[in-house]
């Protein structure tokens, strides 16, 4: 067996060269590798609809302070509650929801200005065009307020270990990517969304919020990714392994992948219904749908990407 070929840390931080794609699409490009999903792409991802089954990939928003809860915790207060609304005549209910969604627990889509190496962000925009007080002038979520409409291919990796999770800090290699496309009879090809199950969410439904590190694609996998053409990343992690082995960089896949590739990530996402059905179906491709929401100038945005049957 080869021995496998981690990359040293000053390769990876040159792969932000190397494997970048500013300019690929024009200097004034905001889309990054959701230029890669064509009309045609959109199509083909609605034809495989067949049983109109749709799934949430998506963790359920609890305010709550836990272990992996890394900034504010989500706020939810009543504005009118059904306990005031008098026993005749109409009523109402309403409340105020409120969170810092970037982080480990909720689902989320990363807008391209989220991550910057060097004082740049995606494309040469300079970091500064996200201010305090303009907030995300570049780059912003809204860029993508038309949706991401794509083939989407789960790879369940934790079972292609035989494991019920990977544990925190473990990488997923090119060779264990590879390997749960041939055990699940599929293939990457350009314009998909990944979705890769590591069982980490299951983790947490099972044995409560982990107190540090996380598992997720190593670095390794950058070049590959490139080269499959992938437009988006979702997982039931953040997918960088943590810790990632490269402090200089720290979050290759965020820093290299968003900044140096324009590669749109959704973090905290939820695999495990998703990989039922996938089993029961037998069936590891499906229409994968994002929806973010259009809140002007933000650095991303919750989701509740749907995996569609």
Not at 130 to 152: P, W
Not at 203 to 209: C, N
Not at 269 to 298: D, H, Q, S, W
Request: proline share 5%; aromatic share 8%.
């Amino acid at each position: 067996m080869a021995t496998r070929q981690v990359p040293t840390e000053d390769e990876v931080i040159g792969w932000m060269d190397s494997l970048s794609n500013w300019g690929r699409w024009g200097k004034d490009d905001q889309l990054g590798t959701l230029n890669l999903i064509t009309d045609a792409k959109r199509a083909q991802a609605a034809a495989l609809v067949k049983e109109g089954i749709s799934v949430s990939c998506s963790r359920l928003i609890v305010p709550e302070h836990a272990a992996d809860v890394t900034s504010i915790p989500p706020l939810h207060y009543m504005i009118r509650a059904g306990d005031t609304i008098p026993a005749e005549g109409p009523g109402g209910t309403s409340d105020f929801l409120g969170f810092s969604y970037h982080g480990l627990t909720i689902s989320h889509l990363d807008a391209l200005c989220h991550q910057a190496w060097n004082g740049k962000l995606y494309n040469g925009f300079d970091a500064s065009q996200v201010g305090s007080e303009s907030k995300a002038t570049v780059l912003n979520i809204d860029v993508a307020k038309d949706g991401i409409i794509t083939r989407g291919v789960m790879l369940d990796i934790a079972k292609a270990r035989g494991v019920d999770w990977l544990e925190a800090g473990e990488g997923v290699f090119v060779e264990d990517l590879e390997a749960a496309e041939k055990a699940q009879g599929v293939r990457l090809e350009e314009g998909d969304a990944l979705m890769l199950r590591l069982g980490w969410y299951k983790r947490r439904l099972e044995k409560g919020a982990p107190e540090s590190g996380r598992p997720g694609l190593h670095a390794e996998t950058l070049p590959w990714l490139k080269e499959r053409g992938i437009s988006l990343v979702a997982g039931d992690a953040s997918q960088d392994a943590e810790p990632s082995g490269y402090p200089a960089i720290g979050l290759p896949i965020h820093r290299v992948g968003i900044v140096g590739m324009g590669l749109w990530l959704i973090d905290a996402g939820n695999c495990e219904e998703l990989a039922a059905t996938c089993e029961r179906l037998n069936r590891y491709e499906f229409m994968f749908i994002v929806a973010p929401l259009r809140f002007k100038n933000a650095t991303g945005s919750p989701t509740n990407p749907l995996a569609v049957f």
